[in-house]
């Protein structure tokens, strides 16, 4: 399993609140962690908490598709768009971390 514990990775990037915008619509929201849960934003100040179980189950299905739509993963969970994004964020902090040359 390639993102074994992708929650508390996602506690650890996230310690701080981080904008970004989902895939196709481009739309704000805003992903922090606080007192080791995981919530959202969205555009519209509605907050959501994201639960470990979700991103299991949208882990396992990611691992199975590989998929960056979020409707191949509306059976398990409505998040998709955030999650996907987290992603994408994660992936470019650790290529631009490994990237800096001193």
Do not use: W
Request: glycine share 2%.
């Amino acid at each position: 399993m390639v993102y074994k514990d992708f929650y508390h990775l996602m506690l650890e990037y996230f310690y701080q609140p981080v904008e970004l915008f989902t895939g196709a619509r481009k739309l704000p929201f805003t992903l922090y962690a606080e007192e080791q849960k995981l919530f959202v934003r969205n555009g519209k100040g509605n907050i959501s908490l994201i639960t470990p179980k979700e991103v299991a189950a949208f882990i396992e299905r990611f691992e199975e598709n590989e998929s960056s739509l979020p409707k191949d993963y509306q059976d398990v969970t409505f998040k998709a768009s955030y999650l996907l994004a987290a992603m994408k964020y994660i992936t470019k902090q650790n290529f631009t971390d490994a990237s800096v040359v001193r």
